[in-house]
Nanobody
Framework: QVQLGESGGGLVQAGGSLRLSCAAS????????MGWFRRAPGKEQEFVAA????????SYLDSVKGRFTISRDNAKNTVYLQMNSLKPEDTAVYSC???????????????????WGQGTQVTVSS
């Protein structure tokens, strides 16, 4: 069982930056593939970024490539999402997710994740 808790959301002007953190409980964090998803008002949940167990492989939604960076610190049981050059269309509730995997698997489908945080609100004003 893994418990996830996000932090770092808030209100920022367009062009600004935020860094989201997702802290995980337990001693097996390094065995989990991690991902970030978002849900904007009135829209379906959307994949944002994923990272492999070691952190050596990553994947991004096309619209955030070059602006967002996912990373992890397995010693701190934490995954991060650095968001730069934020746009109003990035406004959403951002949630992190985890699932145990073998090897260097990247997971972009939300249905394949077993554990979810409660989310943190990111609001980008124009």
């Amino acid at each position: 069982q893994v418990q996830l808790g996000e932090s770092g959301g808030g209100l920022v002007q367009a062009g600004g930056s935020l860094r989201l953190s997702c802290a995980a409980s337990g001693r097996t964090f390094s065995t989990y593939a991690m991902g970030w998803f978002r849900r904007a008002p009135g829209k379906e949940q959307e994949f944002v970024a994923a990272i492999s167990r070691s952190g050596g492989s990553t994947s991004y939604l096309d619209s955030v490539k070059g602006r967002f960076t996912i990373s992890r610190d397995n010693a701190k049981n934490t995954v991060y999402l650095q968001m730069n050059s934020l746009k109003p269309e990035d406004t959403a509730v951002y949630s992190c997710a985890a699932t145990a995997v073998l090897g260097l698997t990247l997971i972009t489908e939300p249905a394949r994740y077993n554990y979810w945080g409660q989310g943190t609100q990111v609001t980008v004003s124009s």
